[in-house]
C-alpha cells in the first residue's frame, strides 16, 4: 500500500526546554527566508536584484547563501514593527555586488534594528558608495566593503549602534559621518551619537582622489567610540598622503574617543595625519596606538605634523607611538603636533622615534592651559625651534629622554639664548635631575616666565626651590640681557632665564661641572593668556 508523505504543514516542531509551544513545521521554515526562494542565483553574472527586494519584502530576516549576487541597488525601506537583518555565513565567500552606476549597494533607510552580518558588499569599481546608514540601535558585524570609487560607508545617522569587524578596503575613501550631505536625503535629520566603531579597517588612496580614511563632517558628532581603528592606503606605492588619514572638522562634536588607533604610511605626509577642526568641538581624545610613516622602507619623510588641532577644548594624545625611518635627510615638519585656539589639551606619556622635526608641538596662538608631560622624546626635541610662537616639548626622566651637555657648553629649552627668540606669555615647571652631577635626585625648581616686554624674566612671578648643597644655580638675567657662560658660577649646573625683549627670550641649561654631564629635564608649560 502506498504512503503519502506528509507536508510541512502536517509535520510538528517543538523546540527544546520547558514552555515550548509546539509549530508546524512550515511555520518553523518561514522565520527566516533564503534569497533563492526568490530566485536569486547567485553566480555573478544574473541581476538578482528583484529576488533580493522580494526576499526583504517578506520582513523576516534575509539569508544569502555562499555566492555573488548582482544588484543595482537594495534599499533597506523603514518598518516600524519589523527589524531588517541581511546575512551570509562568511564575507569571504558571500558577497552582494553593484552592477554598474552610483546606487549604493545598500540604501539603510530603516531607522531602528537593522543588521548586516557576514557578507561582502562589494562596488565593483564604480562610483557610488557601498552603503549609505540611517540606523540606529543597529548593528554591522563581520562585513566587508570594497572597490568603491567613493566612500566605501557613509554614515548619514546612527545612535546606540555598533560596527564591528568591519573592513573597507580598495576605496577612495574609508568612513564618511555626516549628517548634513546625505547623497539619498531623508526626513528628519539625525545625528550620530553614542555608537562604538571596534576592530574596524579603513584603506584609502591617500588622498590622491580628495577622500580620507576616516571623516567627521556636518553636525552632531558625540559620544562616539573608535576602539581598534586600524588604517592604511590603498597603494603601498603613494609617494605622499595629500588629505587627512582621519579628518575631524563637524559644526558640534564632542566625546569623541580613539583607543589604539593604528595608522601605516608607506612613505610620508604633505598634511597632518590627524585633524581636528572644529569651533565647537570639546573632549577629542587619542589614547593609546601607533602612527607610522615608512611602512614600505625608502625615504620615509614627515613633511606635515602627525596631529593638528584647531579650536579644541579638551583634546589629548596620550601613550602614542610617533614613529618615521626618516630616511630622506632633511624634513620640512616643524613638529609633530599644531594647536590653534585650542584650550585644555594634554599631551603626555607619548614615544617619538624619529630624527625629526625639532618640537613636540608647535602653537600659532597661545594654548590655554596645556599640560604636556612624560614623553620619550629625541634630545633636540626637547627644546625649541626659532620658528614658534610658544614652544613646548618635554620628557620622561629616562635614557631615552636625557640629553648630554659638554663642560662649558648649554643646552637651549627655550629660545637659543639671545639672538632671536619666539613666543610671549608662557611659564612652564621644569624639573632638572644630572645623574653625573652631586645634584639629589629631587632637588627640583619652578619657573614661571612671563615673556612679555614688561618683564624680566622670573622678576614678575618667581617660585624657586634649590635644596642646600645643590649643584644647581638660577640666574634671573636682566630685561633684554643674552644668556652668557660666565653668568653662570664655575662648578656650578645653571639655569639662566632671560625677558623683556623679543631676542633674549630664553630659558638655557649651562654646565660647569668640570665634565660632560647626562642630564634628564621634565618640562611642563603652560600659557599665560
Not at 509535520?11 to 522565520?31: E, I, P
Not at 580628495?210 to 576602539?227: D, I
Not at 590627524?274 to 614600505?296: C, H, K, N, P, W
Request: aromatic content about 8%; some cysteine.
Amino acid at each position: 500500500m502506498s504512503m503519502t508523505k506528509p507536508t510541512s504543514e502536517q509535520v510538528t516542531f517543538l523546540a527544546a526546554g520547558a514552555g515550548a509551544a509546539q509549530r508546524t513545521a512550515l511555520d518553523k521554515l518561514r522565520d527566516t527566508v533564503s534569497v533563492k526562494d526568490f530566485g536569486a542565483v547567485g553566480d555573478g553574472v544574473v541581476d538578482d536584484t528583484v529576488a533580493i527586494n522580494a526576499a526583504i519584502a517578506t520582513n523576516k530576516a534575509v539569508y544569502f547563501p555562499p555566492g555573488t549576487y548582482m544588484t543595482s541597488g537594495v534599499s533597506l525601506a523603514y518598518s516600524a514593527a519589523n527589524p531588517r537583518i541581511l546575512y551570509g555565513d562568511d564575507y569571504l565567500n558571500t558577497s552582494i555586488k553593484r552592477i554598474s552606476g552610483t546606487n549604493p549597494i545598500v540604501d539603510v533607510a530603516q531607522f531602528t534594528q537593522v543588521r548586516l552580518e557576514n557578507l561582502t558588499f562589494d562596488g565593483n569599481n564604480t562610483a557610488g558608495y557601498g552603503i549609505i546608514w540611517r540606523a540606529h540601535y543597529s548593528l554591522i558585524h563581520r562585513c566587508r566593503v570594497s572597490n568603491c570609487q567613493n566612500y566605501g560607508m557613509f554614515v548619514s545617522g546612527s545612535n546606540v549602534s555598533k560596527m564591528d569587524f568591519v573592513k573597507i578596503q580598495n576605496c577612495y575613501g574609508g568612513m564618511q559621518i555626516d549628517n548634513t550631505a546625505d547623497p539619498l536625503p531623508v526626513d528628519p535629520v539625525y545625528s550620530c551619537l553614542y555608537t562604538t566603531f571596534e576592530n574596524v579597517f579603513l584603506e584609502w588612496s591617500g588622498g590622491a582622489t580628495g577622500y580620507s580614511a576616516l571623516r567627521l563632517a556636518g553636525q552632531q558628532c558625540q559620544a562616539l567610540t573608535f576602539q581598534d581603528l586600524q588604517l592604511e592606503t590603498t597603494n603601498s606605492f603613494i609617494s605622499k598622503i595629500t588629505t587627512p588619514a582621519i579628518d575631524i572638522h563637524p559644526s558640534n562634536c564632542s566625546h569623541l574617543y580613539f583607543y589604539k588607533l593604528q595608522a601605516e604610511l608607506p612613505y610620508g605626509n604633505d598634511v597632518a595625519m590627524v585633524s581636528v577642526d572644529s569651533a565647537t568641538s570639546d573632549s577629542v581624545r587619542f589614547i593609546g596606538g601607533r602612527l607610522y610613516i615608512g611602512a614600505q622602507g625608502g625615504a620615509a619623510r614627515w613633511d606635515a605634523p602627525a596631529f593638528a588641532f584647531t579650536s579644541v577644548d579638551g583634546g589629548s594624545v596620550t601613550d602614542m607611538s610617533l614613529i618615521g625611518r626618516d630616511e630622506a635627510g632633511t624634513v620640512t615638519a616643524t613638529s609633530m603636533m599644531t594647536m590653534h585656539l585650542c584650550k585644555n589639551m594634554v599631551v603626555r606619556d607619548n614615544l617619538i622615534s624619529l630624527k625629526e622635526p625639532n618640537v613636540l608641538i608647535n602653537e600659532s596662538t597661545p594654548t590655554q592651559f596645556l599640560h604636556t608631560t612624560n614623553n620619550t622624546v629625541p634630545p633636540k626635541m626637547i627644546g625649541a625651534s626659532a620658528t614658534d610662537a610658544a614652544p613646548v616639548a618635554a620628557i620622561n626622566q629616562t635614557t631615552a629622554g636625557s640629553v648630554t651637555i659638554a663642560d662649558d657648553a648649554f643646552f637651549d629649552i627655550f629660545g637659543n639664548g639671545g639672538t632671536t627668540s619666539p613666543g610671549a606669555n608662557v611659564a612652564c615647571i621644569i624639573t632638572l635631575y644630572s645623574s653625573t652631577a652631586s645634584i639629589p635626585n629631587v632637588n627640583t625648581f619652578a619657573m614661571f616666565l612671563a615673556q612679555s616686554s614688561n618683564f624680566m624674566g622670573t622678576a614678575a612671578h618667581q617660585t624657586v626651590t634649590i635644596y642646600a648643597g645643590s649643584d644647581v644655580e638660577l640666574t634671573t638675567l636682566g630685561s633684554g640681557v643674552a644668556c652668557s657662560l660666565g653668568a653662570t658660577a664655575d662648578g656650578k649646573l645653571g639655569v639662566q632665564v632671560g625677558g623683556g625683549t623679543a631676542a633674549a627670550r630664553a630659558i638655557r641649561v649651562y654646565n660647569r661641572l668640570g665634565s660632560n654631564q647626562i642630564v634628564s629635564i621634565d618640562i611642563k608649560w603652560m600659557n599665560l593668556v
